[in-house]
């Protein structure tokens, strides 16, 4: 019950320390809508051509403005050691992981719905027939990414070149997951049956389960010196 | 004959202790073969020039920072397995304030005791507001405040969870003459209340008021350890201005 206290403590500062400076939720949009919008003049966007290039144009959308969320989600905890006072107390230390993970993917969700509203602008592009699919692929691809990002970010914030320190770490870890996801996006979009991205989906679910648990264990190692 | 497992836990109840302790960041010895041993209720004044090990001590005894050789135990218990029941007995004051820029003071006070799984949370809050005369100034931004008012937030943080052990590491920087005061008062006041008192500060003089025993550092190494009253102090501040 403590730990559940703790999770629901460190989410609700988060959220409450991102509603009063709207640096972090705003910067990842807007890179987030910034590639979708470069892409959109680098090619005509037909039925076809989306079709090939659009999940992987989504997940480096989702990719990068996951990065500067992780980034500036432990720029706040840097700031006044606030993640060694944290540290300091006797919470669960997996509790507070969980908190700060789950602030990184109701941001990083927010940054994703944002992609993909812009997408189906910019490309005339529906979601719709697929939607119950593409929304779980999204999900299970998002919480993989976020798990690992969140305690790289926090292994990241104790370097010295923590901006370039973050993806250096990160993205040879989260590889597979950006495979399977791109992989099962372009199963869905192309309307094949689901035992053809079964697999897929289930390394996805895999990964975010494993990396899950190991962070969560591992947490403990990251925030002492 | 040998004490049962339970009367050796009652023996060691609330003792501190470091055994040869030595801690290194990369070439640099911050603590050299250090032993310590602080007993509940003890007043004790950490006291040497700059790069002494006082800092580095203070995160040790508090499991912050793990030793790179030799053991640090509470109740007998070593701090790398261990560092829960101390950690929600401790308040620690450091050069950092632990406290969040955006939020107000009594936020973070809430959010903090939240973590320590605090019963009577508002009480709590509203005693360290106003131990620290922060009450008026609590629902402002911390970013805000000035230096004092910040080094009085964090003392209210550390204050927070009444804690049995306070490690206090230059508590008194930036407090003006009258919040000096009141903390010295605060301070001398809690051996006598059982509560183990560690704490670090340039000011011999002041120090040696507060605390019985004193435990001077030299390049990581023990130089004194004993009654302040008999501590060579002239040597001592020879020391501290090489």
Known sequence: MQSLRVVWAIFAKDLRVEWRHRETLSAMCVFGLLVVFLFSFAYEPGREESLRLLPGLLWIAFAFAGIL?????????????????????PADPGA?????????????????VVVIFAVVLFYNFSFIPTLKWFSLIVALGTISYVAVGTIFGAVAANTRMREVMLPVLQFPVVLPVFIGAIESTTAVLRGENPSA????????????I??????????????EE | MPLEAPQARRVLEGILELRDVSKYFGDLAALRGVSL????GESVLLYGPNGAGKTTLLRTLAGLSRPSEGRALFNGRDLRQDSAELKSKLGFVSHASFLYGELTARENLKFI??????????????????????????????RGLSRGLLQRATLARAFLNDPEFLFLDEPFTGLDANSTRKLEDLLVGLPKRGKTLVFSTHSFEQGAALARRLVALEAGRLRYDGPVAMAPIESLRAAGKQ
């Open chain 1, 69 to 89: 969320g992780f980034n500036r989600s432990f720029a706040a905890e840097r700031e006044n050691q606030c993640l060694e006072g944290m540290g300091l107390t």
């Open chain 1, 96 to 112: 507070i992981y969980i908190g700060k993970m789950l602030a990184n993917l109701f941001f990083l969700g927010i940054a994703d």
């Open chain 1, 197 to 208: 991205f079964a697999g897929w989906l289930k390394l996805l679910a895999g990964f975010s």
């Open chain 1, 210 to 223: 494993i990396f899950l648990v190991l962070c969560y264990l591992l947490f403990e190692y990251v925030i």
């Open chain 2, 37 to 40: 041993r602080i007993e509940p």
């Open chain 2, 113 to 142: 005791g939240t973590l320590f799984g605090l019963r009577d949370l508002e009480k709590s809050i509203d005693c360290a507001l106003e131990l620290f005369d922060l009450r008026r100034r609590a629902d402002e931004s911390v």
